[in-house]
């Protein structure tokens, strides 16, 4: 009887090992009581490699007499390097540590090293992810409970967590003792390698004109490292004035498929101190009247860049008051014609969009038609029948304004989808072709608002642009930022995004296709 106890107990010994094993291994399974009280907020932001990004809240109602002692928080993904939970203001001001944080396989711990009043508390939770973490890995992240005196509570509002995705800050405030880095432009080149292009802001964050240079980000293996920043387009002290008279930006960059030449496009402003292009520019030709549209050229995959090619003579109107191309990125076609988006200031200061191409491998340049007022930065995509689609910033706001032409921009027609399916706060956007698939797939990005520039998203269409479906978006960030964005394909299952987020001002992820396509 005896060894039929001892059998007994080491058997129910052995079950209790193997139940907690299998919890550690799989998780916290219990599911713990939700309370009202306790509510998390997820917050949808780019995890940037080396650095710590809010990714939630906890709003809480500590009731009197009841203490707070630790929450416990879930996070898988090999990226993790840390995670921290602190107590802000309620303005979300100040911020102060808790305590300390233990980790476990998947768990982290935050036990409280201070006693906290009755009333609302709202703490952040920030989460660092390692230096060499791989830009496609995925954090998953939960908040299992909140333990107080009266128990333990799963807080509300964690039924539809995204994972998060990594990501580098490719240009930030003070790198190379610069001020700010904008506008992002983003091709893959026909060998394989991503060239990055940006304005250089040394002194300000503040448009043309000043000490602006466009810079440029190359990477061979696909975006997970990039070399050294290098100047494509400088015009140094030019006619006698200093540089920061002879400021260059605005970029956009287009990759000839037939040749490999890449180009970049780019505004020049000469003089004019102390207002912006958009304002100062004015009528005529010459670099002392107006705004000047400038071109550079690699034929090495972007190792080397030729001298600053000046064609404003060969398209501007002597009566627009500003003429340059849209920044972003080009398009080769499939008949071979290089095109850009571009935009000019009419004789009465109307902003038009239009197109600017070329059919002789850059040689010469030619300008279409505005194609509707008051539409300003846009991008462009060849549709399956060969027109194109000019995608616009509009200054009506609300939503994108949409064209099409079908014979290079001298004539225009609306697309079904003007000032509908696009929404946005008055903002630059990117919008690009699959060239990996026969089908009509075309990919946007945009801050998708109309009151800000936050919710950063990815949409695809099926049907070469004519619809939008809520089934294939993908949020990559939903604080506030300055909002511009280029995409392109790396490869036929990666896509590329280089934005001014609300972490870095030159952000860069890689987001799976079959992500955003279900």
């Known amino acids: 009887m005896e060894n039929t106890h001892m059998k007994y107990r080491l058997i129910k010994s052995l079950l209790v090992v193997i139940g907690s094993l299998m919890f550690l291994a799989c998780g916290e399974k219990r599911t713990w009581p939700e309370k009202e009280s306790i509510q998390f907020e997820q917050v949808v932001v780019p995890l940037i490699q080396g650095r710590e990004s809010p990714i939630g809240h906890i709003r809480m109602d500590l009731e009197s007499g009841d203490e707070l002692k630790e929450i416990r928080i879930k996070a898988e993904g090999d990226a993790i390097e840390g995670i921290t939970v602190a107590l802000l203001s309620q303005d979300g001001k100040e911020k102060k540590g808790l305590g300390e944080t233990r980790q476990g396989e998947v768990f982290w711990t935050v036990a409280l090293d201070r006693q906290l009043e009755s009333g609302a508390h709202l703490f952040e939770i920030g989460l660092m992810v390692k230096e060499t973490a791989s830009l496609t890995e995925k954090v998953s992240f ?5 333990e107080m005196s009266s128990g333990k509570f799963r807080p509300s509002g964690q039924e539809y967590q995204q994972s998060y995705r990594l990501a580098k800050a490719l240009r930030h405030h003070g790198d190379d003792g610069v001020h700010s880095f904008r506008i992002p432009g983003l091709v893959t080149s026909n060998n394989g390698t991503l060239l990055a292009v940006y304005d250089v802001r040394r002194d300000d964050s503040s448009d043309l004109q000043g000490d602006i240079d466009v810079g440029l980000s ?16 400088d015009m140094g002290e030019w006619g006698g004035l200093p540089e920061n008279q002879n400021g260059i930006g605005d970029p956009a960059i287009l990759v000839d498929e ?28 010459s670099p002392e009247e107006t705004g000047q549209l400038m071109l550079v050229k690699s034929e090495d995959d972007g190792v080397t860049w030729s001298d600053p090619i000046n064609v404003t003579g060969q398209m ?3 009566s627009w008051r500003l003429f340059f191309n849209g920044p972003g ?16 200031k009419d004789k009465e200061n109307i902003p ?23 539409t300003t930065e846009a991008q462009v995509v060849e549709l399956q029948d060969g027109s194109l689609l000019l995608n616009m910033r509009d200054d009506r706001g609300g939503a994108r304004a949409v064209m099409v032409t079908k014979d290079m921009g001298k004539t225009w027609e609306e697309h079904p989808t003007n000032r509908a399916a696009l929404i946005e706060p008055v903002c630059m956007a990117s919008i690009i072709s699959n060239p990996h698939t026969d089908d009509p797939v075309l990919f946007f990005s945009n801050p998708a608002a109309t009151d800000g520039r936050y919710n950063i998203t990815i949409k695809a269409s099926l049907d070469d642009g004519q619809s939008w479906p809520e089934a294939h978006q993908v949020l990559l960030d939903q604080k506030r930022g300055w909002g511009y964005s280029c995409l392109t394909m790396i490869d036929e299952d990666h896509l590329g995004i280089l934005y001014e987020s609300s972490q870095a001002h030159m952000t860069f992820q890689i987001i799976r296709v079959d992500e955003i396509i279900k």
């Open 352 to 374: 038009h969009s239009t197109v600017i191409y070329s059919k002789d491998r850059g040689e010469t340049w030619e300008v279409g038609t505005g194609a509707r007022s008051k």
């Open 329 to 344: 990125r080009g398009i080769t076609m499939r008949d071979g014609t290089l095109v850009f988006a571009a935009q000019f």
């Open 316 to 318: 501007k109107d002597p």
């Open 258 to 285: 037939e040749t490999g030449t890449i180009w970049v496009a780019a505004l020049w402003l000469h003089g004019k101190p102390g207002t912006m292009a958009w304002n100062s520019s004015g009528e005529g030709m």
């Open 142 to 146: 939960e908040v299992v409970y909140v």
């Open 218 to 233: 190359r990477s061979t293996d696909g975006g997970e490292s990039w070399e050294p920043m290098k100047m494509i387009m």
